[in-house]
């Protein structure tokens, strides 16, 4: 299960809708309205630092002067409290919670009229025992995982840390400490608190942390301390200052805030910031002052739960539940009438007033359990990355993508320097092109060369990634004069897409070396080339570039530029022939490599001229320290560089496939589900992606919508609808739909343009299908004019009636709308599968989240997670098969098992004047679903399988049962009651004809019904299961088993009126065999219609378990699933 | 890798891996033709002969009935029964003979019935006090006992509906003039005797309230040795009912003529209750009842058909079984 942070899910949705925001915008004029809406479900942490100008109200952090900090403003120190309840408060409030669920409220409501005397069926504690068992044992279960969580709390505030008191370092536990001290971590040891770096044990500021307890990225992250404190801590001066920073709250991308230091005033960022829970890693310490303790860190503000869902079968049980409700006041009305009439009849000698009331409905628990085991499942829990490699570049108009991507095709090429070789070893190998690389190791002259040049000094530079070098054995940590060592670099960087690039830059001589705040150093063919980098424009999703300032050693500047295509052609220069050449050239390029699949970024570069870089800096300055809008003034400045950028050329990225991405698609499109690809690539990568992953075939007809007007989505809507004669799409009893997520991400954020699918199942019935399969595509932007407009039905019906449907350039919380119109549109359950669409995932009714190399957000927010694409075959087509049948199944046993119970007890009524005796003993009525048929259900619950999971994988139609609702509907359900009729029809005659006119007394009897009930729906139970373990054989035998030594020990106690009754009984011939001739004759209909049904009108279930079972040989097997594909 | 591949088939062999792999061994069952032929046969082979069997012991049993409610109220007393047996001042005394059609052998169980009495009622049931029959008046709380509880402020031992309506009818049995002696030890279960009802606990006040209901009792007597009390409060399940009353200990012959005396005391003319005198002989299955053997016998015999029918059946529409070209999309895809 995903939840193993609780904090996770909440702060997952927030940050989500913030980049969903930025999306929309990004993708030219699109929805406003999307961009208000989710303005609004933004959290209180951006509207404050939208709305709120940063003086009103800053939160004041004196370093070093936490008396002062803390004399104005109540900031909570930094115990931490995860726990709910004391003990003071346990009780109340653990009831209170416990209460919220109506069936122990109706629970409640019976015992309570228990104790009314004249009310009380059962014995007053006997009647409190059912749900103060339930109660007792959730509470204990409660207050035991609370008492761990006090535990855990404790054991976390008296941790302890060094912190500056008195002018040293000293140890200090946790929870004492508070904000605006200062302290200092060590390597791997965990921050206790929001802390803003001061310094590091890096002359840089630079420290890395991991983030793997927040958002469960195991990559190192960089933070840098401001060079002004890093350098006086470094020198050992103590730092006093004052740092203003917005309120706590949850968001933990963000953080805004200045500091005052020595007179200046500088800004504070997201990057200086450490958080509570993460690990520093490679770096020796830092120093840090506390600015968020305790609750208030961002950590702590994450703690929420995401909502619950439920199930489609939870609902339509609850019908039944009403039904079997309205049966009971039924019956309880008959008893009501008929004991009224009786006593009228006899008013004569008995003045007694009718009591009567509802008596025994004992579904309501026993449902709880079904909605449980509908969760049942288990982890696969491999972790497989989504590997980025550098495929092809087009170079300065020169495309290098030849075949001869060869990786010893260099080995003994001379002119590769052996030096490099050895001693920088990449983790991964990497293939190059020995053309490109050839022409490398020209001298450095001519356009193209210099070109060349730059290409892979932007690719090397212009990114976030963080060189680890690991010396094998060399020298200390100096890592700077122990050449001649083989070392392996190892690339940590945020978004895979950076690492592959930076990868290939090493594979071609430039390897990144060494990254702080303020240089990099590459090693350009083993050439030390230090550059100090002015100013960096992270990626954005508005202007999907990146850029950074350099200073070249020989003093020029330049700025290093790599975006996505569409936003980077419409700042190059424009002013040569041969720029435009070069433009159109690598134009085509990116068309024929986003053909193929793969993801395109275009590097470019240009020099600053003094007076810019000035002009530059000063507006940078002033934007990167404002606290308000600090986004949007970055973006301004950035602008000022991003221009007449001279094209050097473009890469081109793979993505592979995970390993069985077409297999699994393919078996859950047999399996009658429908797939929706909903994706933030471009539509030519889309449908690429959608091509090698069987999703589209060539005999499909396309239908593309990418209109840039309402007018023209219209249009181009209403011709696809004349030209491919779709009809309005009716509502059909699909029953689920699913989306899915295969990696495209983008580079710099890597979650923000993935693709997923929305699958969604076909009905069972066939389609005319006179024409070749269609296929939709569209993409984003028609689907704002879509969504927004009353197109939207238009698009359900061509959506609806096409086979497969790849929405392309969606932004986040579009495909959160789309998995919505489908779930409104439609009563099909829909599954969203995704490695980071938060919402989209939690607003699908069955999200699943893939742990990959993108970060476990969505894997926090989802219901299921695994770790590939391709397990969801499997969860689906084997797991969700089982669980179906389980649950279906189980349901309608639920169902039975009470209501032959009651049915019995009814008919016994009748026989007692409508007097509601019960002829059980109180304890058995209230044993029977607590103790003696409770555990085989449960059993059979969790352990019972129709087929194997071969099977299952072989024959993904077999998925189709459910979509038929073959395990659960309203013909069964009544066929099920009729069948219970009949059986406690049985089970109240069959004694009733035997016993006529003899002496036997009331509890005999009684003992009898219970011990023919236990075992009748024992022996229903066994006659279904269809795999039995050594598990099965001991609850379903064990249950009856026990039900008799309960009734040994009841009967065996003296005061009880039924002393003793069951020794009388086992000697009596008599009783024995009524009890075999109660279970035969119920369960005879039951067999024969079972038996008939499998021998004559066998379901697709049993044959294959047939075929599984008896392993006959089927020489036709392994060609029927395709056949039927088409 | 290599490790975890290790640890990993390490793990697997447990028994704990395979729960939770859900790969335990396991039996399948699977009900081909065969076997549910063969179930079929079975049932009828073990029914039949059981049906029969039990046939032959209710058969074996004698039993005479004789209803005498109506007929032991003198024929001027006919149209008002009530007021017939409420008058103390009218003897209750009454002669039925019973005619014995076939040789009985001893013991002949003697039984009252009662008919359309409910003694299975919810207020009836559970107005009795367990305890306090066990611990007689150290036991105060009667509440249970309502409405026959106390009496002058006293709880009244046993207290409850079903000791107040206790059956008060008696017989006495004369066959050939020589009086047949009635064993009526030993009528109610040893365990009541011994751990229900206590031996010290004497009815002093029972039945000397306003309103008296059945039988009295001898207050010298302690409850656990007061049978007919203890047969009387193991109330009956449906509202047909008998009672064992005694135990004849000589065999009777066919033909034989019994007078029986009795006191027709108890009050069942109120509610339309029937009274009957039963004398039965028991086989080992209990007394006369064919419904258990009809049962079995029909149950056995349908069996066997049943188990023709799906031979026949079998023989004439045979699925292979197994057979994957049955499955739907395959059959589709054969005549496609």
Redesign the interface.
């Known amino acids: 299960m995903p939840r193993q942070g609780s904090w996770g899910s909440m702060e997952l949705h927030n940050n989500c809708n913030t980049r969903a925001s930025f999306d929309i915008s990004r993708s030219s004029s699109l929805a406003q309205e999307n961009l208000s809406k989710s303005q609004r479900i933004r959290n209180k942490s951006v509207d404050f630092d939208d709305n709120l100008p940063h003086a009103e109200n800053p939160r004041l952090i004196y370093i070093n002067d936490p008396r002062r900090t803390n004399d104005k403003y109540e900031f909570t120190g930094n115990e931490i409290r995860t726990s709910k309840y004391t003990l003071i408060t346990f009780l109340p409030k653990n009831l209170f919670i416990q209460f919220h669920r109506v069936a122990y409220l109706y629970f409640l409501a019976i015992a309570a009229l228990n104790q009314l005397p004249p009310l009380a069926v059962f014995g007053r504690t006997v009647s409190l025992f059912p749900l103060l068992f339930v109660l007792c044992v959730t509470a204990i279960k409660d207050g035991y995982e609370d008492w761990r969580r006090h535990r855990s709390d404790r054991n976390e505030n008296n941790r302890e840390s060094l912190v500056l008191q008195a002018g040293e370092f000293q140890m200090k536990k946790w929870k004492t400490i508070r904000a605006g001290e200062v302290v200092k971590i060590h390597a791997d040891e965990t921050i206790p608190c929001d802390m803003v770096l001061l310094g590091t044990s890096d002359p840089s500021g630079l420290a890395y942390i991991q983030t793997m307890n927040l958002d469960g990225e195991s990559n190192l992250k960089t933070r840098y301390a401001r060079q002004e404190t890093a350098s006086s801590i470094f020198e050992g001066c103590n730092v006093l200052g004052l740092i203003r920073c917005e309120q706590p709250n949850r968001n933990i991308y963000e953080f805004t805030a200045n500091m005052e230091f020595n007179g200046h005033r500088f800004p504070l960022s997201q990057s200086n910031i450490v958080l509570r829970g993460c690990q520093l890693k490679n770096t020796d310490w830092i120093i840090g002052v506390v600015v968020y303790a305790g609750q208030e860190t961002k950590a702590m503000l994450n703690s929420a739960v995401s909502p619950s869902k439920r199930s489609k079968l939870e609902s339509y049980m609850n019908r039944e539940t009403l039904w079997l409700s309205i049966f009971l006041l039924v019956m309880c009305s008959v008893v009501a009438v008929g004991m009224g009439l009786w006593l009228h009849r006899?008013k004569?000698?008995l003045e007694?007033l009718p009591?009567y009331r509802k008596t025994y409905i004992r579904n309501g628990r026993e449902n709880d359990n079904d909605t449980n085991l509908s969760l049942y499942y288990?982890g696969v829990g491999t972790l497989t990355e989504n590997k980025m490699e550098f495929r092809k570049a087009s170079v300065y108009g020169k495309d290098y993508s030849s075949s001869n991507f060869t990786e010893d095709s260099l080995q003994d090429d001379n002119i590769r320097d052996a030096a490099v070789s050895s001693r920088w070893k990449l983790k991964s190998e990497i293939s190059v092109d020995s053309e490109l690389m050839n022409f490398l190791h020209k001298d450095l002259a001519g356009d193209e060369r210099i070109a060349a040049y730059l290409f892979f000094l932007t690719l090397a530079a212009c990114n976030t990634v963080i060189p680890i070098v690991s010396q094998d054995a060399s020298s200390g940590h100096g890592r700077s004069d122990s050449w001649g060592e083989v070392k392996a670099i190892d690339y940590q960087g945020e978004s895979p897409d950076e690492q592959a690039l930076v990868s290939a830059a090493s594979a071609y001589g430039y390897t990144l070396h060494e990254r702080t705040s303020g240089h990099i150093v590459i090693d350009v063919n083993g050439d030390k080339l230090r550059l100090d980098v002015l100013g960096l424009h992270e990626f954005d999703s508005v202007r999907k570039r990146m850029s950074v300032v350099i200073r070249f050693p020989d003093n020029t500047i330049k700025v290093l530029v790599k975006g996505a295509d569409t936003t980077m052609f419409s700042i190059l220069a424009r002013d040569t022939e041969k720029d435009n050449l070069i433009r159109q050239v690598t134009q085509s390029h990116l068309t024929e490599y986003s053909s193929e699949g793969l993801r395109t970024l275009v590097v470019a570069a240009r020099d600053l001229t003094d007076a810019e870089l000035e002009q530059w800096q000063c507006r940078y300055e002033d934007a990167s320290t404002s606290l308000i809008d600090r986004a949007a003034k970055l973006r301004q400045t950035a602008a000022l560089v991003e221009c007449n950028l001279n094209l050097l050329g473009a890469t081109a990225i793979e993505d592979k496939l995970q390993d069985g991405v077409p297999e699994a698609i393919e078996a859950l499109r047999q399996a009658g589900i429908k797939v929706w690809v909903l994706t933030g690539d471009k539509q030519e990568t889309a449908i690429s992606i959608g091509l090698s992953c069987k999703l589209l075939t060539a005999d499909m007809q396309q239908i593309i919508i990418n209109g840039n007007s309402e007018e023209e989505c219209r249009n181009l809507l209403t011709d696809a609808k004349t030209r491919y004669g779709v009809q309005p799409a009716h509502r059909k009893n699909e029953n689920s739909k699913r989306s899915n997520n295969p990696q495209n991400g983008y580079f710099e954020i890597p979650d923000d343009a993935k693709s997923s699918n929305v699958l969604q199942p076909c009905s069972g019935k066939e389609e005319p299908d006179v024409c070749a399969p269609l296929a939709l595509i569209i993409d984003g932007n028609s689907l704002v004019y879509i969504l927004e407009k009353d197109l939207e039905s238009e698009l359900f019906d061509i959506a609806t009636s096409c086979k497969v449907v790849l929405c392309c350039r969606v932004a986040p919380l579009q495909k959160a709308g789309i998995v919505d119109l489908i779930k409104s549109r439609t009563d099909d359950m829909t599954l969203a599968i995704g490695a980071n669409d938060v919402s989209m995932i939690q607003m699908a009714d069955v999200g699943v989240g893939i742990c990959g190399q993108e970060g476990r957000q969505a894997v926090m927010a989802s219901d299921f997670a695994m770790g590939q694409f391709r397990f969801l075959k499997r969860l689906l087509l084997v797991h969700g098969h089982w669980n179906y049948q389980r649950v279906g199944y189980l349901v309608l046993y639920n169902f039975y098992r009470n209501a032959v119970f009651v049915l019995m007890l009814f008919w016994y009524i009748l026989?007692?004047?409508f007097?509601?005796?019960s002829?059980l003993t109180d304890w058995s009525s209230v044993f029977y679903s607590v103790i003696y048929t409770s555990v085989p259900t449960i059993v059979v619950g969790i352990?019972d399988?129709d087929l194997s999971h071969k099977t299952l994988l072989k024959?993904p139609?077999l998925y189709g049962a459910g979509h038929r609702h073959e395990a659960y509907n309203l013909q069964l359900f009544w066929i099920t009651m009729i069948d219970t009729l009949w059986q406690s029809l049985v089970l109240f005659y069959?004694p009733?004809?035997?016993?006529?006119?003899?002496?036997?007394?009331?509890?005999?009897?009684?003992s009898l019904w219970t011990i023919a009930v236990v075992i009748l729906v024992n022996m229903h139970l066994a006659m279904d299961i269809?795999?039995?373990?050594?598990?099965t054989h001991a609850a379903v035998w064990g249950s009856i088993i026990i039900t008799y030594a309960c009734m040994v020990v009841l009967d065996s106690i003296?005061?009880?009126?039924n002393?003793?009754t069951i020794?009388?009984l086992a000697k009596?011939?008599?009783y024995w065999?009524?009890i075999l001739?109660i279970i035969?004759?119920a369960l005879?209909p039951r067999f024969?219609f079972?038996?008939i049904h499998?021998?004559?009108w066998?379901s697709?279930i049993q044959?294959?378990?047939?075929?599984?079972?008896?392993?006959?040989a089927?020489p036709?097997?392994r060609s029927?699933p395709n056949?039927?594909s088409s | 890798m290599a490790d975890m591949n290790r640890e990993r088939h390490r793990t697997r062999e447990t028994a704990f891996y395979l729960?939770?792999?859900?790969s335990?061994?396991?039996?399948?069952?699977?009900?081909?033709?065969g076997w549910?032929i063969t179930i079929f046969l079975f049932?009828g082979l073990i029914?039949i002969p059981?049906g029969l069997i039990?046939l032959r012991a209710s058969h074996s049993v004698v039993e005479i009935v004789d209803r005498y409610d109506t007929e032991c109220v003198p024929e001027a007393f006919r149209i008002d029964k009530i007021s017939y047996i409420q008058d103390d001042s009218i003897p209750k005394n009454c002669s039925r003979f019973m005619k014995v059609h076939k040789y009985m052998k001893a013991p002949i169980y003697i039984?009252y019935?009662l008919d359309n009495y409910?003694?299975?009622?919810?207020?009836y049931?559970k107005s009795?006090s367990?305890?306090q029959l066990?611990h007689g008046q150290k036991y105060h709380d009667t509440s249970s006992c309502q409405p026959v509880e106390l009496n002058s402020g006293q709880p009244i031992v046993p207290c409850g509906l079903i000791a107040w309506s206790l059956f008060n009818d008696s017989f006495t049995f004369i066959r050939e003039r020589a009086e047949l002696k009635v064993n009526r030890k030993n009528i109610a279960?040893k365990?009541?005797r011994d751990?229900?009802f206590g031996k010290n606990v004497h009815p002093f006040n029972f039945q000397n309230g306003t309103l008296i209901g059945g039988g009295k009792l001898n207050p010298k007597i302690p409850l656990s040795d007061q049978e007919d009390l203890i047969v009387w409060m193991?109330?009956?399940?449906?509202?047909?009912?008998?009672?064992?009353y005694g135990r004849i200990e000589e065999d009777l012959d066919a033909d034989d003529v019994i007078v029986v005396n009795l006191m027709n005391n108890y009050n069942t003319y109120?509610?339309g209750g029937k009274k009957k005198l039963v004398l039965s002989t028991s086989s080992?299955?209990?007394?006369k009842?064919d419904?258990?053997g009809h049962?079995?016998v029909i149950?056995g015999s349908s069996s066997l058909i049943?188990a023709i029918v799906?031979t026949l059946?079998?023989l004439k529409?045979r699925?292979?079984?197994?057979?994957?070209?049955?499955?739907?999309?395959?059959r589709?895809?054969l005549s496609g």
């Open positions: 006899h004569d000698e007694t009591y288990y026989c007692t004047a007097s509601t005796t002829a352990l399988k024959y139609k069959i009733l004809f035997t016993y006529k006119e003899s002496s036997i007394d009331i509890w005999s009897i009684g269809r795999r039995w373990v050594f598990i003296p005061i009880f009126p002393y003793w020794y009388h009596s011939p008599t065999l009524t001739l035969i004759v005879l024969l079972k038996v499998q021998i004559f066998p697709d044959i294959a378990r047939e075929a599984e079972i008896l392993r006959k089927t036709n097997l029927k056949e039927d | 729960f939770t792999q859900q335990l061994p396991a039996c399948k069952p699977v009900l081909t033709p549910v049932m029914f059981v039990t039984y019935q409910y003694q299975n009622h919810r207020r049931v009795r367990d305890k066990l279960w365990s009541d751990h229900k193991r109330t009956s399940a449906l509202p047909s009912f008998r009672k064992l109120s509610f080992w299955l209990g007394g009842n419904f258990l049962a079995c149950i049943l799906f059946l079998h529409y699925r292979p079984h197994g057979d994957t070209s049955y499955l739907p999309w395959n589709k895809s």
